[in-house]
T-cell receptor, first 114, second 114 residues
Framework: DAGVTQSPTHLIKTRGQHVTLRCSPI?????VSWYQQVLGQGPQFIFQ???????GRGNFPDRFSARQFPNYSSELNVNALLLGDSALYLC?????????????FGSGTRLTVV | GENVEQHPSTLSVQEGDSAVIKCTYS??????FPWYKQELGKGPQLIID?????GEKKDQRIAVTLNKTAKHFSLHITETQPEDSAVYFC?????????????FGRGTSLIVHP
């Protein structure tokens, strides 16, 4: 079975631009969560979606948005990019019962804002 | 919200020695404590977890302990090997009610010298 897949793997953007990151969960998983990991720190929670509905939102500005599609894949959008948005963006998927066992991360998208 | 503190930030040991990583959490309602290992270029991978109804759990060379009163939990790795070198993250969350959003510590970089 394929794990959580994220695209692209690396991305370089200029300040003020917009970016879209994509995530495909493990087959059968209905929940997707997004995390931001700045170098040298732990992952910080951004969003969680379950069955296309937002279940949780972290302490991030409105420039960050996300959505989940009928096939449970997800997109994370960031507008008006700042230098401080440079980070590894991780997606994790969870099975329908939302237990901790099922929290599987992808390898992430490395975003560099210049 | 939950706050997780993790120490030390860097841990250097000789192959065969033991390694201990300690975490504290702030929300007494947290009942699920996973540990993740992140290798270079990869997303975090769950290696072991513990729930609040047990005080200790072991899986081969890895063990976790939990002290609910002190809101403290630890990861113990015995007989360390060079392939144990990675960044380790502790996390705390409330599991149940259809949602699971772990809060992560800042990570410990474990270096095992051959």
């Amino acid at each position: 079975d394929a794990g959580v897949t994220q695209s692209p793997t690396h991305l370089i953007k200029t300040r003020g631009q917009h970016v879209t990151l994509r995530c495909s969960p493990i087959s059968g998983h209905k929940s997707v969560s997004w995390y931001q990991q700045v170098l040298g720190q732990g992952p910080q929670f951004i969003f969680q979606y379950y069955e296309k509905e937002e279940r949780g939102r972290g302490n991030f500005p409105d420039r960050f948005s996300a959505r989940q599609f009928p096939n449970y894949s997800s997109e994370l959008n960031v507008n008006a990019l700042l230098l401080g948005d440079s980070a590894l963006y991780l997606c994790a998927s969870s099975p329908p019962d939302m237990t901790g066992y099922g929290y599987t991360f992808g390898s992430g998208t490395r975003l560099t804002v210049v | 919200g939950e706050n997780v503190e993790q120490h030390p930030s860097t841990l250097s040991v000789q192959e065969g020695d033991s390694a201990v990583i300690k975490c504290t959490y702030s929300d007494s309602a947290s009942n699920y404590f996973p540990w993740y290992k992140q290798e270079l270029g990869k997303g975090p991978q769950l290696i072991i977890d513990i729930r609040s109804n047990v005080g200790e759990k072991k899986d081969q060379r890895i063990a976790v302990t939990l002290n609910k009163t002190a809101k403290h939990f630890s990861l113990h790795i015995t007989e360390t090997q060079p392939e144990d070198s990675a960044v380790y993250f502790c996390a705390a969350s409330i599991e149940g009610g259809g949602s699971y959003i772990p809060t992560f510590g800042r990570g410990t970089s474990l270096i095992v010298h051959p």
